[in-house]
């Protein structure tokens, strides 16, 4: 992938996609995550993460092919960030929605070239209000480049 | 709780397990053989366990503000870079500070910075978090720089 085809990518949507929080997912995840005791009903915070990648409307399969990598090149997670605006609820179906929001070219000694891609995910729920928003960067080794 | 600058967060600590491993690799749909099959991650000159989900140790941290916090629903935000990989076995523990307070007498912030360590070992991912204050907790607004 060249600079400028790097370059481009920034502003491009995904499609949109949702997510439901199961009940029964929410309580195996709970358990495997070792969650304090939460209120009834309420989501855990991680699912503003949980449900804006996994309802993105394109697998990360896609997203690393948009980018021109794939996971046996072996990206890896460089940022998370997350805002949490409204409690998430168990139960609920989120709409998700989001694009790319940087790309960048970078030269270190070790790991020689690589890019930052980094895309924001909004979920948003029923009523229409953005619940939480989810930013990551993977960054892509570009032995080739 | 009064709460200013300095204040540590009350730690939260667990023992990473391989079988939470492999039910969030289901529920994430996460193909990557590193999070359950030793075998693979033994090929990939990764040593002999089983590598955690880079999400789950984000959580572990969630888990450790909203037990400080006590109502999911005050988090605002967390920011964290991953710097080292968790493996099945480890014992982590998840902690933090208050480095600043902010805001008017009604709606006040606490900007933390966080982080999750492995007993013994690395640092595992560092990053910060806002959460909402209860009017009677701040002990006094940080003065500005």
Avoid at chain 1, 21 to 39: F, K, R, V
Avoid at chain 2, 38 to 50: K, T, W, Y
């Amino acid at each position: 992938m060249t600079l400028d085809d790097l370059e481009r990518l920034v502003g491009v949507e995904f499609p949109a996609g949702e997510f439901t929080i199961e009940g029964y997912e929410h309580w195996l995840t709970t358990d495997a995550i070792g969650s304090p005791t939460l209120p009834a009903g309420v989501a855990h915070p991680m699912y503003a993460y949980y449900a804006a990648l996994g309802g993105m409307g394109l697998t990360l399969d896609e997203l690393f092919a948009m980018v021109g990598s794939s996971a046996a090149d072996g990206p890896m997670f460089g940022e998370a960030g997350l805002e949490f605006r409204e409690m998430m609820r168990v139960g609920e179906t989120y709409r998700v929605e989001g694009g790319i929001t940087g790309a960048a070219r970078k030269t270190g000694r070790r790991a020689g070239v690589f890019d930052i891609v980094s895309f924001e995910l909004r979920v948003v729920d029923s009523s229409g209000a953005v619940a939480a928003v989810s930013t990551n960067s993977f960054v892509f080794p570009r032995r080739a480049a | 709780m009064r709460v200013s600058a300095g204040t540590e967060l009350p730690v939260f600590e667990i023992e990473v397990r391989a079988a939470g491993m492999k039910t969030m690799a289901v529920l994430l749909r996460d193909p990557n053989p590193i999070h359950f099959d030793p075998a693979a991650v033994a090929a990939l000159g990764m040593g002999d366990r089983v590598i955690n989900q880079g999400p789950t140790n984000m959580a572990y941290v969630v888990n450790m503000l909203v037990a400080w916090a006590g109502d999911p629903a005050r988090i605002r935000a967390l920011k964290v870079r991953f710097l080292d990989n968790v493996r099945g076995g480890d014992r982590v523990v998840a902690g933090g500070v208050v480095t600043s307070v902010a805001g008017d007498g009604r709606h006040q912030t606490a900007e933390c910075d966080v982080w999750l360590d492995v007993a013994g070992g690395p640092r595992a991912l560092a990053g910060s978090a806002t959460v909402a204050l209860e009017a009677d907790e701040a002990a006094g607004e940080t003065p500005p720089k």
